[in-house]
């Protein structure tokens, strides 16, 4: 009984599929466990904290992870320190827009002045409402600053909705999508709906809006430099100058001999009706699938005509009232149509003709296997005459082919698509993603002389000049990161906090350069790419004396272009990782210390190392008297002195990279890509994080990475 009493008074619990996991969420509830120092914490049931910080639960649940136990920090930063079956939180950051212990509301009723909405990336399958109110008798004004959500022509996928009242059920003032920012919203009265939907397909970048209150008249309502006047009714009302009429003094008065007194009252109380000095038009068809407005102060009048969503206008837009009392053109109409997809510069598309598919079903082939000579009418026809279509419409059963333009990029969603008869174009958005961890033009029999393309120097301000222009003694480079997709590069922590802190530098203190095969940039034939850094994200977790989670991820103000000398690298899986821990893998980077020999010929220095076991890696640096704790987000590998170079990568900052995998994952020789052949994907394994405080490189001598494949949710959180 108590079970079920729990079940009505916390219906906030997951669906079914927490008890499909786990167990019954009210029986989580009633649970109680005694931890040996009476301090209770817990994930999804109360657990005690065991000898090396861990989460014990009381119960064991199979299906369930300890890290995760059913609870998931869906908008925010995970913080594995929370104790939310205590205290109800268990994120430690909501991404902007978002709210709650789990990061998963948003929305809400917002009373003031001015203000803004933000939903930074979004997830799928999101719903958020908020309702903006202002005093009366002042409205609402709503300008989109960003807007980046998927493209569709009717904004049936992920859309924000804007409507002119306080409710769902209020009337729609516009649906918006895609990339283009729209025109400042008003409402009519003193509030705003505004609706945010996402499906379960993808996601981008959100939107950010500001809104602030305004009187009837700031948007100028009243045409020909009449006057807004606001009543006591929260109104307008417009004062027109002589020659203009109308509630927006939008009809121009030809003479004042057209102007006839109709006398209401008294005759000194009269009011004016124009009439025409000339042939009066007659009432225009219906337009099916459309409807038509009267221009605001045409002169002659003039009409103009819209379709509804999924068709287009095919004839004359626009028709004035002519003299003789006609219109002028032809009457338009309205014919499905597909607005043709937006894509990205990225994607390449071919449009073909409009041919209608025949589809043989099982009656058709018994039929015409029964009579050979029976053939569909459509056959037997001539095509039909096809309406001419404003630009950027095509007609019913057009299909368009799509391939990305380059070969540094994937192609993501339908290759072809098909305008059908309900007006919506078959198959999926398409976009086209860099490739990860391609390198065509790797030679394994000359490592030193490849150029890495997701290689990413980190430079630090060496002073604190301000208003001046850069000079190339401003920088220093001080360490190595991974491109690993166009804004997003992974570094380690050490590289970008204060020696001993855990806080990220300031971003104007550093800057990333990609594309670089010598050290000197003016050795380049095409400059390297300077990005600027917008924000850094250093790991909850960073122990900046053990260095244990010794992870960050700088997220750049500049895009990366993609090409090939700049391209991301694919993150490694951790059950990939347990499968080729008895390999070997490929470190790369640049030296913080030029070297004097090469001069501006440097390049950045490779080799090959051996991962080793956690136990021999501490036992060595233990008798070499530098007592270390190799924690389970390290990794130990030695280096291979025959494999081109000497090098010592503790003294590099690092990347350790892993070559695409072969068919004998434990082979124990060298990279077996061959020149000019991609036989895979190459993968971030690890960053070199410390090593031994020495002048001589001993290969002999471990060095110290940091496992980045334990971090791929984290890091992939802070690439969106």
């Known amino acids: ?16 599929e927490w008890n499909v996991m786990c167990r019954g969420c009210c029986e989580y509830d009633v649970i109680r466990c005694k931890c040996p120092r009476g301090h209770h914490v817990g994930y999804a049931v109360p657990c005690c904290r065991n ?15 300890i890290f995760e136990n059913c609870k998931r920090c869906n908008n925010g930063t995970w913080s594995a320190q929370d104790d939310f079956f205590i205290s109800g939180e268990y994120c430690s950051e909501c991404r902007p827009g978002w709210s709650g212990g789990d990061c998963m509301k948003c929305g809400g009723v917002i009373h003031k002045k001015q203000g803004h909405l933000v939903l930074e990336s979004y997830p799928n399958n999101a719903r958020c409402e908020w309702t903006i109110q202002v005093d009366r008798p002042f409205a609402v004004e709503l300008r989109f600053m960003m807007l980046s959500l998927e493209f569709h022509h009717s904004c049936q996928y992920d859309y924000v909705e804007v409507r002119d009242g306080d409710s769902i059920s209020s009337r729609v003032i516009g649906r918006f999508c895609g990339n283009s920012r729209p025109p400042p919203v008003y409402s009519s009265g003193s509030s705003l709906h505004v609706l945010f939907v996402s499906d379960g397909y993808k996601n981008f970048d959100g939107f950010f809006a500001t809104f602030q209150e305004i009187s009837a008249c700031s948007s100028s309502p009243c045409f020909h430099d009449g006057t807004c006047i606001l009543d006591s009714s929260h109104t307008y009302r417009c004062a027109c100058l002589g020659g203009y009429t109308g509630k927006n003094c939008e009809h121009a008065v030809e003479s004042y001999r057209d102007l006839k007194p109709i006398f209401q009252g008294s005759p000194g109380n009269s009011k004016y009706t124009i009439t025409q000095g000339k042939k009066s038009c007659p009432p225009l068809p219906h337009l099916h699938h459309g409807y038509h407005r009267v221009v605001p102060g045409a002169k002659p009048e003039a009409v103009e005509f819209f379709c509804n969503h999924s068709y287009a206008l095919s004839g004359d837009a626009l028709r004035s009232c002519q003299s003789d009392g006609t219109w002028s053109g032809r009457q338009p109409v309205c014919v499905r149509a597909c607005r043709e997809p937006k ?31 029976l053939q569909s009418d459509s056959h037997t026809k001539g095509p039909p005459a096809l309406s001419s279509l404003p630009q950027g419409f095509h007609q019913l059963y057009t299909h368009i082919e799509y391939e990305c333009a380059s070969q540094y990029y994937q192609h993501f969603g339908s290759s072809r698509r098909t305008c059908l008869k309900t007006g919506k174009w078959s198959g999926r958005h398409v976009s086209c993603s860099p490739v990860c961890g391609k390198h065509p033009t790797f030679d ?8 890495w393309p997701w290689l990413a120097a980190i430079y630090r301000r060496s002073n604190n000049r301000v208003g001046k222009k850069d000079l190339e003694s401003d920088w220093q480079l001080v360490c190595s990161g991974v491109l690993v997709n166009q804004r997003s590069v992974v570094v380690a922590a050490h590289c970008v906090t204060e020696l001993g802190k855990v806080y990220p530098l300031e971003t104007a203190k550093l800057k990333v350069v990609v594309g670089k095969h010598f050290r000197e940039d003016q050795r380049e034939d095409k400059g390297p790419q300077h990005l600027r850094v917008d924000s850094i994200a250093v790991h909850e977790n960073y122990d900046p004396h053990v260095l244990d989670s010794d992870v960050a991820v700088i997220r750049l103000l500049d895009k990366a272009k993609i090409g090939e000398k700049v391209a991301p690298l694919c993150l490694s899986d951790s059950q990939e990782d347990l499968e080729t821990t008895s390999e070997q893998g490929l470190v790369t980077g640049w030296s913080p210390v030029p070297d004097p020999s090469l001069g501006p010929e440097e390049k950045a220095r490779v080799g090959l190392v051996h991962l080793a076991h956690v136990v021999p890696c501490e036992q060595q640096y233990a008798r070499n008297g530098v007592p270390v704790s190799v924690t389970d987000n390290m990794l130990c590998a030695s280096q291979k002195p025959d494999y081109g170079s000497n090098i010592c990568p503790s003294d590099m900052g690092g990347i350790l990279i892993l070559p695409p995998l072969t068919d004998s994952r434990t082979s124990s020789h060298r990279p077996s890509q061959g020149k000019g052949e991609d036989k895979g994907r190459w993968r971030l394994l690890g960053l070199v994080s410390f090593g031994y405080d020495q002048g001589e490189c001993d290969p002999d001598l ?19």
């Open 1 to 16: 009984s108590l079970c079920l009493d729990y079940r009505y008074l916390y219906h906030h619990c997951p669906g079914p």
């Open 51 to 65: 000898a090396v910080n861990e989460c014990d639960p009381c119960i064991i649940h199979p299906g369930c992870s």
């Open 343 to 373: 894509v990205s510069e990225l994607v390449r598309q071919r449009v073909l003709p409009p041919q209608a598919p025949f589809r043989k079903t099982p009656v058709h082939k018994l039929y015409s296997g029964l009579s050979p000579n």
């Open 444 to 451: 394994p029999e000359r490592p030193a002389d490849s150029h």
């Open 702 to 720: 471990y060095t110290v990475y940091t496992h980045v494949a334990n971090f791929k949710d984290w890091v992939e959180g802070r690439m969106k």
